[in-house]
């Protein structure tokens, strides 16, 4: 969704926690730039609300939501999430994004995608895939590609394993700067990881063993310091070279 505005006055509220019924910005006289807004956050005639406890997060150059540690997912525009095939049919695959309803992603949302090139998904398939459409009234709708139509990072994701997270650890995953977790594994273990923004991440190595000791240092640094969470690798590390 996208609000016009002409202030950074929500900046003093940014990581700070929030409930709803908060107001985080007045609209009445602002008009001269858009900003965009996530997860958690609803405009109400001429102010934006707070409509779910968490914190107020914001992304360059103007998008603004609310981040909380949840299961439930909802799909925001431009979210790259991890879905599941649960159907193919003429037109779409139907994909479980663990979101309110089932998404749809059509056969030709892909890199240079034709009906002469339909991509075929066994059911089951686990796919990194970006939300493009999304509002109450209708199923998200997904994309293989970036904004450029290019494939970048999307498609099928094979081996591995994937599990479950709440949202809150998923996008700490995603931060910038890197997050300390993923930083001391990152030096110590090679692996591939794919994180998705509605609370599922996807982990693979050469090494069973990798994947595992990847996992649960993933699962177990939601709530641990930065600090803690670089202490966290040190001990796994020691368990296993032990």
């Known amino acids: 969704m996208e609000v016009e505005t002409s202030s950074s006055s929500t900046a003093n509220l940014v990581d700070k926690a929030v409930v709803p019924g908060d107001i985080v910005l007045d609209l009445t ?14 405009q ?15 992304k ?7 981040e909380s540690s949840q299961k439930r997912y909802v799909p925001s525009v431009e979210d790259t999430v991890l879905g599941i095939v649960v159907d193919a049919r003429a037109d779409n695959f139907l994909v479980d994004i663990k979101g309110p309803t089932l998404a749809f992603l059509p056969v030709l949302a892909f890199e240079g995608g034709t009906r002469r090139n339909i991509p075929k998904f066994e ?34 994701l094979k081996e591995g394993y994937m599990f479950d997270t709440s949202t809150g650890l998923a996008r700490m995953l995603l931060r910038s700067p890197t997050c300390p977790v993923l930083e001391a594994l990152g030096r110590k273990l090679s692996f591939e990881i794919a994180v998705g923004l509605n609370g599922r991440v996807w982990v693979n190595a050469s090494s069973p063993s990798t994947v595992i000791l990847v996992s649960n240092a993933i699962m177990r640094s939601e709530f641990l310091s930065d600090v803690q969470q670089k202490i966290l690798v040190e001990k796994l ?5 032990g």
């Open 123 to 156: 059911i089951g398939t686990l796919l990194y895939i970006r939300v493009v459409k999304a509002n109450s009234c209708m199923n998200p709708e997904l994309s293989c590609t970036d904004a450029n139509g290019k494939a970048a990072e999307f498609g099928s």
């Open 44 to 58: 109400n005639s001429d102010v934006l609300s707070v409509v779910k406890a968490g914190k107020l997060k914001f």
């Open 237 to 241: 590390m020691q368990r296993v070279q």
């Open 60 to 66: 360059k150059p103007n998008k603004y939501w609310v």
């Open 29 to 42: 006289s602002m008009s001269d730039q858009t900003i965009r807004l996530g997860a958690g956050l609803r």
